[in-house]
């Protein structure tokens, strides 16, 4: 990417570990948070400057993000599902990817939304519907 389009040279590859101790404490169907056995968090961060290319290099830019995400997959475990960090998530992932695979954990988020928010007034990036 950044060979063929310099001005991307202040783009980032971000890998991200924190200590899971706390997180492997709590039983897994306790709560809702997916991807519980997940200790690393990767993610592309593409940046350019200001220029005439700018909005060529906006254009550009999510097709290195899905080849890198493609990339990633590829090396992941045989057979894995893909999973995306909300936080990190580009927003054409699907539900599961970002909330879990499990049936019951989409059906119990879908309760807390409409306990929590019952007017559907939280609903930003990767709303829960």
């Known amino acids: 990417m950044v060979r063929k389009y310099p001005e991307m040279k202040g783009s980032v590859v ?3 570990a924190y200590p899971m101790e706390g997180v492997r404490r709590v039983r897994e169907g306790k709560t809702a948070y997916a991807h519980r056995g997940d200790g690393l968090l990767v ?3 593409t940046s350019h400057p200001t220029s005439p290319r700018s909005s060529l290099l906006s254009d550009i830019a999510p097709f290195y ?5 493609a ?3 590829a090396g992941d475990e045989p057979g ?3 999973t995306a960090y909300v936080n990190y998530a580009y927003g054409d992932e699907k539900m599961e ?3 879990g695979y499990e049936e019951w954990r989409i059906q119990r988020l879908r309760a807390l939304k409409r306990e929590w928010d019952p007017y559907g007034r939280m609903g930003w990036f990767h709303g829960i519907r």
């Open 43 to 45: 993610a592309l961060q």
């Open 14 to 16: 971000q890998f991200e």
């Open 97 to 99: 990817e970002v909330y």
């Open 80 to 82: 894995r599902n893909p």
């Open 65 to 69: 993000g899905h080849r890198f995400r």
């Open 71 to 73: 990339l990633i997959h």
